[in-house]
């Protein structure tokens, strides 16, 4: 069993920041791919940002140049600083990751359970 688990998430002016944080736990034996998306009531989900095991980047277009990504191998937690909030930035962040349970199996798509972001004057 594997676990995602956000954190960071809250309120927050226009203009300000945060920096979500995701941690996976369990059986994991190495995890590829790891990203962050996010989701508006009634719209789609949509990409934010990913980062490969070897740092490899990419972003959505409407956020390069204010949010990073990053993350620690060693934690396996993946990170988002989210700079110059707007808010049409406001949505429920979602992590996820690939994750290879045992050296023999498939990497499986895990998701974690979303924390909320909320840009408001």
């Known amino acids: 069993q594997v676990q995602l688990v956000e954190s960071g998430g809250g309120l927050v002016q226009p203009g300000g920041s945060l920096r979500l944080s995701c941690a996976a736990s369990?059986?994991?034996?190495?995890?590829?791919?790891m990203g962050w998306y996010r989701q508006v009531p009634g719209k789609q989900r949509e990409l934010v940002a990913t980062i490969g095991s070897g740092g490899d980047t990419a972003y959505a277009d409407s956020m390069k140049g204010r949010f990073t990504i990053s993350r620690d191998n060693a934690k396996n937690t993946v990170y988002l600083q989210m700079n110059s909030l707007k808010f049409e930035d406001t949505a429920v962040y979602y992590c996820?990751?690939?994750?290879?349970?045992?050296?023999?199996?498939?990497?499986?798509?895990?998701w974690g359970q979303g924390t909320q972001v909320t840009v408001s004057s």
């Open positions: 996820n990751a690939d994750v290879q349970v045992f050296w023999y199996s498939n990497y499986n798509l895990y």
């Open positions: 369990g059986s994991i034996f190495r995890i590829y791919t």
